[in-house]
């Protein structure tokens, strides 16, 4: 689907990446979503999905170099209050 010119994408992740000691959980992980788009995160168990998911929702954060925007402006998510404040909510399985 085309994205018109003056769409400004609701979400982006960029250069998202998360490291748990020896193991990289995530590695330069890009999302974008746009108004009026329904996504789903799919994967194996261990593909990162709850992870990406958990930074988004600041219970996480990620490796330095991560950049989250809403609306277009950049956004420091450092915990889940300041996810909240965004607008940002997650319901765990």
């Given amino acids: 689907m085309a994205k018109s010119p003056e769409l400004r994408p609701l979400l982006e992740m ?11 959980a995530l590695r330069d992980v890009q999302l974008t979503i746009y108004p009026g788009e329904v996504h789903a995160l799919m994967g194996e168990n261990g593909a990162g999905k709850s992870t990406l998911m958990k930074i988004l929702a600041g219970a996480y954060q ?8 809403i609306d277009g402006k950049p956004v ?11 607008g940002i909510s997650i319901i765990y399985q």
């Avoid at 420091?76 to 965004?86: M, T, Y």
């Fill in 14 to 24: 960029r250069h998202v990446s998360k490291t748990f000691g020896a193991n990289k």
């Fill in 62 to 69: 990620s490796d330095p170099g991560a950049e989250i925007r």
């Fill in 76 to 86: 420091v998510i450092g915990d889940p209050l300041a996810a909240k404040a965004h």
